[in-house]
């Protein structure tokens, strides 16, 4: 019983509960529909306005929880002052309002703003506060400016700082973005400095005192939005540091060709400042550098036989590498410095230009004496690799080296291998010569000789004998060549010849020039040095006056000086005597490096640096000479004259002028000398069998001249003075030993000075054949055929038999112009003749169909046609007696026709033409065209 009360009571209790929370729940909703409030759970709100914005972008949006009207917004408590907005209500409803300013913001004058706000309701309750903070968004509307007005520094020459001044720039926007430096900038150009964002600036190079001795910049700054300030200027002064130095110096010097020693140094003085120097010894060493010009300085760019004969040896040498002037046709795809302002280079390309000799220009066999001479620049970018500069292998089947010369890493390599011999097929000698030395591959020019007196071989290079040591050079023994039947050789120039594949290979990357062999003999050292030796170098006058204690030596090639002396005054004189000459006629234009360098020693072994002076010497062009050839330009000679030799240019004259001087300079007083003179025949070329030029050979040896002719005519080789060519020349005969072949033959002459860098006009003679009254007609006829090409060679060698003894008709059918024009009525005849022979065949072929009965009385008028001989006048009308015409060939007896021939009319008796009288006129104008 009390179990069913206690539970009751209990159901009692949670009804009531549940009821009282229920009624609980209503009447609290009831309550929050009825309380104003702000819908923000922190009552925290934050909001950003521009300077030149007025509305407050606020998050989150300002509004009440639904259930009562909100009339307004007021502002509770402001912090730090009071802040320039209202709060405006945009809706009653939702309670949604916005913040406005009532001033304009400015985020320089103050960047935050803290308020705390309420809304108020229609019925009068007020709502818990929020609070909003505002900041106001920067816009860059400052440029930066310079904390200074100016800013000057003075800095040391010959110094490299790490900062020279820091300028600052400033900028009044509030936010780090628009309110911050990010950079400067110098606005004037070609300045040797650099400023960092942080403002410092720096030079980027020494600065001279001497060049410049202040430097002004214009500097500016950039806010981080790129806004740029207006410049400041920044005043760099140069402190002049007194140091020892070489002052009053000309850096270019000019020289005038022709004008001899020129001083270099002429006012130089050496200021050695504050130093405090007991001068115990002081030195200079004056170097001039001419790599760049020609093959390492100017020299005479005469050919390789020309500078021979210059350097006074009389050998034969043979240039592998000669100019097309001199008859080298093998060298015309080389690529090459023509020489016409220095010496003449060929280019080899490591590729496909290797140069194949000729068999006839030289014999192979070198014997156990000879020279190699030659110029070459090369590098070292080939590396091991075989590069042959001269190589004699076989020509076919194999790929036997017979000797070469050849670069393989960095060294120059001979091989010289002995051919087979019976005595001799077990020894073993010396084969291959190794030289290592750095000109091989340092990239200049240098000129090297290989004296040859087997089994020794010297090197000399630049002029000097190579010293050898025990193992340089490496010399390498070998057995002879095994014999080989059917085998010749090949000598090729940048290459080698692989007669098994028949294909050049090892080619040479690398330059070339005055490549010569001479065989039989080796060079002089004299000989060799004198085709080193440059035409320009320093000079020292005066060495007589040399004062006591001063010395003055000079190196081999005189392209370096060195002074050394006790007294600054007498040392600064002997200075003053330093020069440059340049000895060619016809120097290389350009500049000349010269490097002045000076080393002090005081008493007490303190060393005074004095620094490097560099200076040019600037050749300047020289008029260029013109070379003039004047003579007889026409010439008439008789057969037998021309058969026995015609003096062409027998009055030749040569003078050489400048451009400044219209005068013509004497040949023999100016010291001109040509090197090559080419008389050149004008087609057609000249005819073996019956042409020629002869010279006066004596003369030639005498003179150590050189003349090859050539289809094209003759040329004659070698330096030598104007008026000594000149009397070559006048002694050139021209030999035609059948000058009935001809009506005239021109001839044209040209000289060159300096391996062709100076040409002469063209000089043109001409030579007209005085034809006899009985050769005129062969000879014009045969001319005529010959310009129709429808000669018969053995006819006309026939035909003009007995012709070169006729007596000579000087008149004026002999001349060229008569000559001319008796040709061009010839070839017209001709025309016209064979236009009459067509038609007759023509004729006689209608009228043959027609009849067709022969006639045995008129059988001596029959022809045979094989020679084309026509009997019959195809212009007349043929009135024939009797039912008998001429209607049936015999083509028997065209032996007895050829007798027709017009060459032989004179010839017929008087019989045949009273028998001709009796027969048909057609007989009158018999002709042969057998020669048509």
């Given amino acids: 019983m009390r179990m069913r009360h206690s539970s009751w009571a209990l159901c009692l209790v949670i009804f009531a509960h549940c009821c009282w929370g229920a009624d609980f729940e209503t009447s609290s909703e009831a309550e929050t529909d009825s309380v104003l409030r702000l ?20 998050s989150p949006v300002i509004r009440t929880k639904p259930g009562v009207k909100v009339c307004k917004y007021k502002i509770t408590h402001n912090y730090h002052g009071t802040a320039p907005f209202e709060i405006r209500l945009k809706s009653n409803s939702t309670g949604e309002a916005e913040i406005v300013a009532t001033e304009t913001v400015n985020c320089e004058h103050r960047q935050h703003y803290k308020f705390d706000f309420a809304a108020v309701g229609c019925d009068g309750q007020v709502s818990k506060s929020g609070t909003i903070k505002v900041t106001v968004e920067d816009v860059n509307e400052y440029e930066p400016y310079f904390v200074g007005t100016s800013y000057v520094i003075t800095v040391d020459e010959k110094r490299l700082y790490e900062k020279i001044v820091q300028v600052e720039a400033d900028d009044d926007d509030c936010s780090p973005n628009y309110g911050d430096i990010c950079k400067y900038e110098i606005l004037t150009p070609d300045q040797p400095f650099i400023v960092d964002a942080e403002g410092n600036i720096k030079n980027t190079e020494a600065l001279d005192w001497n060049k410049n001795r202040n430097h002004i910049l214009s500097v500016v700054a950039y806010d981080c939005g790129m806004k740029r300030s207006k410049p400041v200027l920044v005043n760099i002064r140069v402190n002049h540091l007194c140091k020892p130095a070489w002052n009053v110096l000309h850096e270019r010097v000019e020289y005038i060709p022709g004008s001899g020693k020129q001083s270099i140094f002429q006012s130089a003085a050496l200021d050695l400042c504050d130093v405090t120097c007991d001068i115990e010894k002081i030195t200079t060493t004056v170097t001039m550098n001419t ?104 020509d076919h089947k194999m790929n036997r080296h017979h000797y070469s010369l050849f670069v393989r890493n960095c060294r120059l390599i001979f091989l010289h291998r002995r051919e087979y011999s019976a005595s001799e097929l077990n020894t073993f000698r010396a084969a291959e010569w190794r030289w290592k030395i750095p000109e091989v591959c340092d990239g200049q020019w240098h000129h090297y000789v290989l004296n040859a007196d087997l089994p020794k071989i010297k090197l000399f290079i ?29 000598l090729v120039v940048g290459a080698c010849w692989e007669g098994s594949e028949t294909k050049l290979n090892q080619y040479l990357k690398g330059y070339l020039g005055g490549v010569s062999v001479v065989v039989g003999k080796t060079e002089t050292p004299a ?91 600037v050749v300047l062009q020289t008029d260029k000479p013109t070379i003039t050839i004047k003579g007889t330009e026409h010439l008439s000679r008789g057969y037998s004259l021309i058969e026995g030799g015609v003096k062409i240019f027998g009055d030749v004259g040569i003078t050489v002028s400048h451009d400044h001087n219209d005068e013509d300079e004497d040949a023999g007083v ?79 002459l040209h000289c060159s000075e300096l391996n062709g860098r100076f040409m002469s006009n063209e000089h043109v003679a001409e030579l007209s054949v005085i034809h006899s009254q009985a050769a005129v007609k062969p000879a ?12 018969n060679s053995a006819s006309y060698k026939e035909s003009s038999k007995g012709l070169r003894d006729d007596s000579l008709v000087k008149d004026a059918s002999s001349t060229p112009a008569a000559g001319n024009a008796v040709t061009v009525i010839i070839v017209v005849c001709i025309g016209f003749l064979v236009f009459m022979i067509v038609l007759g065949v023509v004729r006689i072929r209608a009228t043959q169909q027609r009849q067709q009965v022969a006639c045995e009385e008129h059988q001596e008028m029959s022809w ?18 009797g039912d008998c015409a001429i209607g049936e060939r015999d083509f028997s007896d065209s032996d007895d026709d050829d007798e027709g021939s017009y060459l032989h009319d004179d010839g017929d008796s008087s019989e045949e033409e009273e028998e001709e009288a009796e027969k048909p006129r057609g007989r009158e104008l018999e002709w042969d065209d057998s020669t048509l």
């Fill in 39 to 58: 819908d923000s759970t922190d009552l925290i709100y934050h909001g950003i306005i521009s300077e030149t914005e007025n509305t407050v972008e606020v």
């Fill in 462 to 490: 630049d002029g000097h004998e190579y010293k050898a040591s025990e193992k340089n050079p490496e010399v390498i023994d070998d057995w002879p060549l095994h014999p080989a039947a059917d085998i010749d050789t090949r």
């Fill in 291 to 394: 790599e760049h010009i020609g093959k390492g300085c100017d020299r005479d760019t005469y050919s390789e036989k020309s500078q021979r004969k210059l350097c006074g040896t009389s050998d034969k040498s043979i240039d592998l590498l000669p100019s097309l002037q001199e008859g080298g046709a093998w060298t015309s795809n080389l690529p090459l410095d023509e020489g016409r302002e220095s010496d003449q280079i060929y280019a080899f390309d490591g590729e496909t230009n290797g140069i194949i000799i000729p068999k006839e220009t030289l014999d192979h066999n070198l014997t156990n004496q000879f020279s190699i001479a030659m110029w070459m620049k090369h590098d070292s970018s080939s590396g091991s690799a075989k590069e042959h500069i001269l190589c004699n292998s076989d």
């Fill in 864 to 881: 045979d046609d094989s020679s084309l001989t026509i009997t019959v006048n195809p212009m007349q009308q043929h009135e024939v007696e």
């Fill in 527 to 617: 000989v060799i040095s004198c085709l080193h030796a440059c035409k320009e170098n320093l000079d020292f006058s005066d060495l007589e006056d040399i004062e006591s204690g001063s010395a003055v030596s000079f190196n081999s090639q005189l392209s370096q000086i060195t002074l050394s002396g006790h007294s600054l005054e007498h040392f600064t004189k002997e200075l003053h005597n330093v020069s440059y000459v340049n000895h060619r006629q016809f120097p290389t234009p350009g500049h000349r490096t010269i490097k002045l360098a000076t080393d002090i020693r005081c008493v007490g072994k303190q060393i005074v640096t004095v620094p490097e002076v560099d200076l040019y010497v």
């Fill in 670 to 748: 100016v010291d001109h000398k040509l090197d090559s003179c080419s008389i050149t025949v004008e087609s057609p070329h000249l005819d073996p069998d019956h042409e020629y030029f002869t010279v006066p050979t004596n003369l030639l040896n005498e003179l150590g001249l050189d003349s090859q002719q050539t289809p094209e005519g003759l040329i004659i080789t070698g330096a030598d003075q104007v008026y000594n060519y000149e009397d070559v020349l006048r002694q050139v005969h021209y030999y035609n030993t059948k000058p009935a072949f001809y009506l005239s033959r021109t001839f044209k």
């Fill in 780 to 791: 014009i006829a045969l001319n005529a055929q010959q310009s129709q090409h429808h000669v």
